[in-house]
């Protein structure tokens, strides 16, 4: 499984933004959508052996982490606005009112109250890493296992240094894709490729 973790310290975390205006009123969930499609979707297609969290640290309900999984979720469209539609639906639920744990609210979706420590702590075995500009190439990191992954993302400003600390804690090791910083959906999709032309059979 290939796990990609989005930190959005101010994306909104509940269904309380404008479909019309979505980068202006929802603390850049923008980004979050634009990186569910890059983590998830193939042409024609959704990747099953994916899995995204989007980490959400804005407004009065946060923090609060939406999981996706690739292999039950339904009916995930590529544009941006059905993917907004969708996440107000789910963040308009309170079914995570009561603990911490991630409880599904339709099928391979789910939604926990909690931050980052929430969905470290969903990884189970998963290899962490972080993905940074100014990092070892992945392309030079030979040993990584591309089967059980998880990639950790900064959200426009990048990572807050409480989130650096919950990081290094469980060890995550910075990558880069190479030395442009560029958007985290474009960096989902370089490490996508990295991970489908390594778990090729016999490669
Ligand atoms: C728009 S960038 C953040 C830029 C922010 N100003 C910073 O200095 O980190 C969003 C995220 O994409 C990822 N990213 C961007 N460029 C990258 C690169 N060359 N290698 C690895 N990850 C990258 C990082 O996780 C980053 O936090």
């Known amino acids: 499984m290939r796990r990609f973790v989005f930190v ?3 994306a909104i975390a509940s269904e ?7 980068a202006g009123s929802s603390g850049r969930l923008d980004v979050g959508l634009r990186c569910v499609r890059a983590a998830l979707l193939v042409s024609h297609g959704v990747r099953r052996d994916a899995a995204f969290y989007l980490v959400l640290g804005g407004g009065p309900l946060a923090p609060r982490s939406v999981r996706i999984r690739g292999a ?3 009916f995930l469209r590529p544009d941006e606005r059905s993917l907004a539609v969708l996440a107000k639906k789910v963040l308009a ?16 979706i789910a939604l926990a109250r909690g931050g980052l420590a929430a969905v470290i702590a969903d990884l189970g075995s998963a290899v962490p890493y972080v993905l940074e ?5 992945i392309r030079d990191a030979t040993d990584f296992d ?3 992954v998880a990639f950790f993302l900064g959200d426009p ?3 807050d240094e409480t989130t650096r600390a919950q990081l290094a804690a469980i060890g995550a090791r910075p990558l880069a894709v190479g030395p442009v910083g560029i958007h ?3 960096a989902i999709a370089i490490v996508s490729n990295e991970i489908d032309r390594r778990a090729r059979p016999g490669a």
């Open 8 to 10: 959005g310290r101010d």
């Open 16 to 22: 309380e933004f404008l479909l019309d205006d979505l």
């Open 72 to 74: 039950e979720a339904r």
């Open 93 to 108: 639920s309170r079914a995570d009112e009561h603990g911490d744990a991630f409880v599904d609210v339709r099928p391979g």
């Open 133 to 137: 500009q100014h990092a070892p190439d």
């Open 146 to 148: 591309p089967h059980d």
């Open 157 to 159: 400003g990048g990572f």
């Open 184 to 186: 985290a959906e474009d």
